[in-house]
């Protein structure tokens, strides 16, 4: 069972929307912080925006800020990003989820939850956006 499955890619126009998912199979007692990070083609990993779990404080990419929103429904398990989208945005998006490797050292004094990929244990396969101009 992978740890962490995303849904609800697409193919779409400039302007529309889309609500990725992320449905969470790990233990989630564990888990500080959850985030969505996406990859174009001949492009590096890209941090998009994480959320910590309990708290649900929130952080964002400065190209995404403003378009994009993330939450999570702890009783669901899920992990959500609600995007509107400019064809930039074509991407395959991933969630991924700290671990028990995360220490109470690692953690933003402000509560800000980590931007950098190497600070996340668990990933799922993606999804792909695709957005037309």
């Known amino acids: 069972q992978m740890p962490l499955v995303e849904s609800g890619g697409g193919l779409v126009q400039a302007g529309d929307s889309l609500k990725l998912s992320c449905v969470v199979s790990i233990n989630t007692l564990t888990t500080y912080a959850m985030a969505w990070f996406r990859q174009a083609p001949e492009k590096d990993r890209e941090f998009v925006a994480a959320?910590?779990?309990?708290?649900?404080?929130t952080t964002y990419a400065d190209s995404v800020k403003g378009r994009f929103t993330v939450s999570r429904d702890n009783a669901k398990n899920t992990l959500y990003l609600q995007m509107d989208l400019k064809p930039e945005d074509s991407a395959v998006y991933y969630c991924?989820?700290?671990?028990?490797?995360?220490?109470?050292?690692?953690?933003?004094?402000?509560?800000?939850?980590?931007?950098?990929?190497?600070?996340?244990?668990?990933w799922g396969h993606g999804t792909q956006v695709t957005v037309s101009s």
């Open positions: 991924a989820a700290t671990g028990v490797t995360f220490r109470a050292s690692d953690r933003d004094p402000s509560g800000t939850p980590p931007s950098h990929w190497l600070y996340y244990d668990y």
């Open positions: 959320i910590t779990w309990i708290n649900g404080t």
